[in-house]
C-alpha cells in the first residue's frame, strides 16, 4: 500500500522487495516529484534513508547480528543467513514501512520494522579503521538534524532541515 499527499508519504515493502529494489533512490525521487525535497538535500537525505532501510531489514525483520561481520568467517556466515532468511517467508515477509512528513523547512521520516526491536546504546562507540560494521547509525546521526529511536527500538525518526520545501 502506498499513498502519496501534500506534505506526506507512505510507502510499505515487504522485506525481499526492500532489500532488492533502490527503495531510498525511488523514494528521494517521489520526494523531488512532490516538492518534499530541495536538489541540494537530496544526496544527504539518499545515504540516511538507505541506511536506516538497511538496518530495519538487516538486523530487524532479518534479525541478523552485526557482530558476525567481524571475521571473514564471519561475513560468510552472515551473507549465507541473510540468503537464507530473504527466502523464509517468516522473515521475507515482514514489511519495511516508510513515512515521510513536510512542513516549511523540515522534513521528518520514520522507517518502521517488524522485528524483535532493540535497546540502542546511549553513547555508539566510534568504529575503528578495522572495524567491519557499526558504521549506519553513526552515519544518520551525521547527516540528520535529529534521530530518535522509538518503539522498543523498531522505528527510526530522522529529521532535516532542507531547502524548497512546499506544503
Same mark, same amino acid.
Given at each position: ?8 508519504? *507512505? ?5 525481499? %522487495? ?20 530541495? !536538489? ?10 538507505? %541506511?536506516? =532501510? ?8 532479518? %534479525? ?6 567481524? *571475521? ?14 530473504? !527466502?523464509?517467508? &517468516?522473515? +521475507? ?8 512528513? &513536510? ?10 520494522? %517488524?522485528?524483535? +526491536? ?9 568504529? *575503528? ?10 552515519? =544518520? ?27
Amino acid at each position: 500500500m502506498n499513498s502519496v499527499a501534500a506534505g506526506h508519504l *507512505t510507502v510499505v515493502y515487504s522485506t525481499r %522487495e526492500a532489500m532488492r529494489q533502490p527503495v531510498a533512490v525511488d523514494l528521494c525521487a517521489v520526494l523531488l516529484a512532490r516538492g518534499g525535497l530541495h !536538489d541540494l538535500d537530496a544526496g544527504a537525505i539518499e545515504i540516511a534513508l538507505h %541506511e536506516a =532501510i538497511a538496518n530495519a531489514v538487516q538486523h530487524g525483520n532479518l %534479525e541478523l547480528d552485526s557482530s558476525l561481520r567481524g *571475521t571473514v568467517a564471519g561475513q560468510t556466515e552472515y551473507a549465507h543467513l541473510l540468503g537464507q532468511r530473504l !527466502d523464509d517467508p &517468516w522473515f +521475507g515477509n515482514r514489511s519495511v514501512h516508510v513515512h515521510a512528513n &513536510w512542513r516549511g523547512d523540515r522534513l521528518t521520516v520514520s522507517v518502521i520494522d %517488524e522485528g524483535p +526491536g532493540y535497546t540502542p546504546p546511549a553513547e555508539p562507540a566510534m568504529p *575503528t579503521a578495522s572495524t567491519c560494521s557499526g558504521r549506519g547509525l553513526m552515519l =544518520i546521526r551525521s547527516l540528520a538534524d535529529m534521530v530518535e529511536v522509538l518503539a522498543d527500538g523498531r522505528c527510526l525518526r530522522m529529521e532535516f532541515q532542507v531547502g524548497a520545501i512546499v506544503p
